[in-house]
């Protein structure tokens, strides 16, 4: 298969990232919808829309924000303001998200946590997403840069590059593994198993943006860097505390 992977219907050409990128949202819906039927929710039904909407719109506004800033000196012509409209990052969905449902649950007064429910359909539906990055090769800001080792791969312009994408696509791969583990072994605090989630996946990232061509940097780091050492700030406690908890039962 060449990447990037362009297929064809009936003469028109298929965005295969957008193709996954709809069908990890739906996915990864469908999937929270199975595992909320099949657990003890604490929190209402009410609620918990009110809590999914406050992460949709956070998501929404984080996602395009973050991905403005990755360039945000770029020129404004007519065709790169459509450009800038349609950047997003998962990177800045995940933040904006968590905030989204900070403010839900202060206006619906809801005080239990109610991440847990979403990590694992969060990581189904970025693992889809990234097969649609890696797919697009070179179309998508998500390559690596030019590398001799064994790992290079040609995403599309005749060179030999790191494909960052499926790196990430075994690390999703792990922290699924992990986290089902310690959520079957361990003793969770309520909320734990998102906050471990989050940390995991950001200092990942951190460490994965040295191996891309970024445009943007202030202090030698890009914006996706800078926005994963806010959120590991924003967790610092539990980063410091090195326990997990008890259950709340």
């Not at 089902?180 to 906050?195: I, P």
Request: glycine share 10%; charged share 15%; net charge positive.
């Amino acid at each position: 298969m060449q990447i990037p992977f362009t297929p064809e219907i009936f003469g028109y050409t298929i965005n295969i990232h957008l193709v996954l990128e709809y069908l990890a949202f739906f996915i990864g819906f469908r999937y929270y919808l199975f595992l909320r039927r099949n657990s003890k929710d604490v929190i209402s039904t009410t609620n918990r829309l009110s809590i999914i909407l406050g992460a949709a719109l956070g998501a929404l506004i984080g996602s395009r924000l973050v991905g403005f800033l990755e360039n945000p000196l770029v020129e404004f012509s007519k065709e790169n303001l459509v450009e800038l409209l349609n950047a997003k990052t998962i990177m800045g969905g995940l933040f904006g998200g968590l905030l989204g449902v900070e403010l839900a649950k202060k206006i619906v007064g809801e005080t239990q946590r109610s991440g847990d429910l979403f990590v694992f359909p969060i990581i189904l539906g970025v693992f889809i997403g990234r097969i649609g990055c890696f797919l697009s090769g070179i179309n998508e800001f998500t390559y690596g840069y030019k590398t001799s080792s064994i790992f290079g791969m040609d995403l599309g312009d005749g060179l030999l590059r790191h494909p960052t994408s499926l790196y990430e696509l075994v690390f999703l791969i792990l922290l699924f593994i992990g986290l089902q583990k310690l959520k079957t072994s361990a003793t969770l605090e309520n909320g734990m198993l998102f906050k471990w989630f989050m940390i995991l996946y950001f200092a990942f990232r951190f460490f994965i943006e040295f191996l891309k061509p970024n445009v943007f940097y202030v202090f030698g780091l890009s914006s996706i860097q800078i926005l994963c050492l806010i959120c590991l700030l924003y967790y610092r406690t539990t980063i410091f505390s090195l326990k997990i908890g008890k259950k709340v039962r």
